[in-house]
């Protein structure tokens, strides 16, 4: 009884809050600002007649991006008409007179009415772009934006409504840090924010965060810096602790270099800088890549593999040819097969490696996450942070379901002194190991070079292509050579004996498909190399993109599992190590090759079909 009657009580109260349920709130353009306040306030230039200054507060003298509200933001982000307040029934109003300091109450009570905010933030849903969201902003006006007990209520209240009502949602920061005045509770806001996040996280929702003029202090190291993208304004301080604080410890002149969005998109701690004028629009791009909008739904035909016509070339000349100048890129690839390509940049905790580039594109209608070796910077060596920054692409495509497609082309990881001291082994294996089991589908291609382990890390797929004139290695025919006959001249004629070519690879089950380019090399017709390359790689795409998670991870473990071993030639060497063990074993001399008798292994059942079960092992 007692319990139908806090039933019926909840009901009624329920009833009254939908009554009161706020309208959509009527945005309206930022203010036209009089001609004697229209003054940069970084570089001093007149900007009354500047429309960017008047409609974004943009200096299109300087760049220098200026405070605005929260309102004026939301107007600039959400579509017209779009956005409801979100009820505020239940979370806290008004902690001051709790903390019975009554200077503290008046501040609140000036920035209310000089804001014309109850407190500084404002969440609600709206759309971006067609895109259903929740959008939070921190208005720096109110009391540096700093986040107390309020702010913190509100934003978690944020992230728990996009929870709820599985919606994506973007959170844009102007703050100080904590608010002081409510001591240990403005502290413990980090906590409640971060673990309101964890939820939305754990349900794979999108978290787009923008970092705007000042981000610092706990805001910053809270929820602001958790978002599966992470946005910044051109020149926006950005940083954990206040500059004279860095200044004392360093012992050194007060520098705002590492304070700013530039300095951290260099130390890979964002993903882009991006004007005003464009954030509305990538927001959008990028909310459309990660719902569920772009994806192939009806299983097309699937299109015949249409092999070379011409024969393979030696492998010293597809050597030459993979290293050809004018060879196209990734970021070339990327470019001519694919449309919306957002990237995203750094590995969050040390430094962008610009020779991997990644990010989330379209490709031929579906949503994909996509991640090059850039061959043309660093010489296409990928550092540590380089694989760092690949892992995050990979575990974005895994939480949002998104195919991977790995374009290789690398002639080998970093291996200079630096590249052992960030962990490049830890790099490596880690990256191989998470592409081992992510659970969607993995396509990888190795479009140039394919240099020995830097190249592999990114190959664990369930298919794995190569372009006809790319080659894959164990080791560069010139080490090769050095190593071998003592003469780096000689990489030519050994190039053979290492069987890196397209067709070797083919042979061995190395790779599962050569993908045709046009007479003469790639470089002979770029875009017709991406066609040939973008119809191979959805015609893959299609014939593996109903598996469930744990048979696109169970078929790679197969395919890897018994990588080469169906290939006679492989079973033979096999064999032949086994008995030279056994041999050793036995007090005998190994080098007497000729004695050892060569047994063909028994051919396990080829080709692995990917639902037949896993071979036993051996
Ligand atoms: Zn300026």
Known sequence: MKDLISYGAYLVQKEKLRKKRPKTVRLTPLQQVPEEEAVCFSCGADLFKSDMYQQYRVCNSCGFHQNISAWERIYLLADPASFIELELYGTITDPSPLLGNEDYEERIREARERTGLSEAVIAGTCTIGGNPAVLAVLDFGFLGGNMGMVVGDRI????????????????????????????????????????????????????????????????????????????????????????????????????????????????????????????????????????????????????????????????????????????????????????????????????????????????????????????????????????????RAMKMAAKFGLPLINLIDTPGAYPGAESEERGIGNALASTMSLLSDLPTPVISVIIGQGGSEGALALGIANRVLIMENAFLSVIPPERAASIMLRDVKRAEELASTLKLTAADCKEFGVVDLVVPEPAGGAHTDPAEAARLLRNLILRELLQIQGYSPEKHARSRYKRFRYVGSSAPFLGGIFAKQTAQIQKFLQGEDTTAEESVQITEEPDPEKPLDDDSDPLPLP
């Open 156 to 391: 978690a209240k944020a992230f728990e409504t996009a929870t709820s009502k599985n919606l994506p949602i973007v959170t844009v920061v102007s703050s100080g840090g904590a608010r002081i005045e409510e001591g240990v509770l403005s502290l413990v806001q980090m906590a409640k924010t971060i673990t309101t996040a964890k939820q939305l996280y754990n349900k794979n929702l999108a978290h787009i965060s923008i970092l705007t003029h000042p981000t610092t202090g706990e805001v910053y190291a809270s929820f602001a810096n958790l978002g599966d993208v992470i946005f910044a304004e051109p020149k926006a301080m950005i940083g954990f602790a206040p500059l004279r604080v860095v200044a004392q410890t360093e012992k050194s002149e007060l520098s705002e270099m590492g304070h700013t969005a530039e300095s951290h998109l260099e130390h890979g701690l964002i993903d882009q800088i991006v004007h005003r004028t464009k954030l509305r629009n990538l927001i959008s791009i990028t909310l459309d890549l990660f719902s569920s909008r772009y994806r192939l739904g009806v299983k097309k035909k699937v299109t015949p593999y249409m092999a070379s016509t011409h024969p393979q070339e030696q492998a010293w000349d597809t050597i030459q040819l993979a290293r050809h100048e004018e060879r196209p890129t990734a970021l070339d690839y990327i470019t001519e097969m694919t449309q919306s390509f957002v990237e995203i940049h750094g590995d969050r905790s040390y430094r962008d490696d610009p020779a991997i580039v990644c990010g989330l594109a379209e490709l031929g209608g579906q949503a994909v996450v996509i991640i090059g070796q850039q061959r043309d910077r660093n010489e296409g060596r990928t550092t540590p942070e380089g694989f760092r920054k690949a892992q």
